[in-house]
């Protein structure tokens, strides 16, 4: 079992939308992270939040907005996608940034 | 950021050891060797992490090598449930970014 829960599990959603990815974990970790992962290929870092503030943006394109409200919750808003960001978003925590990285199972994300 | 080089894949039986290999011959000196596993539907798991000195824990042992240019992550005796990708990635504790660079990582197919 993840001690990092991603919700939903799936979503499907149309280039007009707009969704949010949730992320949360309760081992009081200070450094949180989303990453992305296409199809049999690694996962690519995304953004890293320490402390509740942003710390790396991966020069990752402005219709994906990260949000970290408290020390336990990691958002990731989705607002008009393209085909091609259709993949698996993965969230991550940390004790500190450098540390160990939890992971969770993921939101399998299609757009339409 | 520091590469590592992984075979693609690897074979072994069950109840055997394996030994995966990373090259990674451009490690400075303040860069850490980490391994983490994926295993199929689910996020990266966190296997173990070492700076010059060999390290043990419950899910495997880590050899660096003297120059620390290689190291290889040994599983002592391969479980059907340890078929995943294994990634080796460095990273600094001291830059204390957080990034984890994933590489393409090694493929382990463990037969019965």
């Known amino acids: 079992d993840t001690e990092v829960t991603q919700t939903p599990k799936h979503l499907v959603m149309g280039m007009t939308n707009k969704k949010s990815l949730k992320c949360e974990q309760h081992?009081?970790?200070?450094?949180m992270y989303w990453y992305k992962q296409k199809a049999k290929k690694p996962p690519e870092l995304m953004f890293v939040?320490?402390?509740?503030?942003?710390?790396i943006n991966e020069s990752v394109p402005s219709r994906f907005s990260p949000e970290c409200p408290n020390s336990s919750l990691l958002n990731l808003h989705l607002h008009a996608l393209q085909p091609e960001d259709s993949a698996l978003y993965l969230c991550?925590?940390?004790?500190?940034?450098?540390?160990?990285?939890?992971f969770g199972d993921g939101t399998r994300l299609s757009i339409l | 950021d520091a590469k590592t080089t992984q075979p693609n894949s690897m074979e072994s039986n069950e109840e055997e050891p394996v030994h995966l290999p990373c090259n990674h011959s451009?490690?400075?000196?303040?860069?850490?060797i980490h391994w983490y596993r994926q295993l199929p539907s689910q996020g990266p798991e966190y296997v173990i992490h070492?700076?010059?000195s060999n390290v043990n824990n419950r899910m495997a042992s880590l050899a660096i090598a003297e120059d620390r240019k290689s190291s290889t992550l040994i599983l002592h005796r391969a479980t059907l449930r340890d078929a995943a990708v294994y990634y080796c990635?460095?990273?600094?504790?001291?830059?204390?970014?957080?990034?984890?660079?994933f590489g393409q990582g090694t493929t382990l197919q463990v037969k019965p």
């Open positions: 990635i460095l990273g600094s504790f001291s830059s204390n970014t957080g990034k984890l660079i």
């Open positions: 451009t490690i400075s000196g303040t860069d850490y």
């Open positions: 070492g700076l010059t």
């Open positions: 939040y320490s402390y509740e503030k942003l710390s």
């Open positions: 081992m009081g970790h200070r450094a």
């Open positions: 991550a925590s940390s004790q500190d940034r450098g540390r160990p990285q939890h």
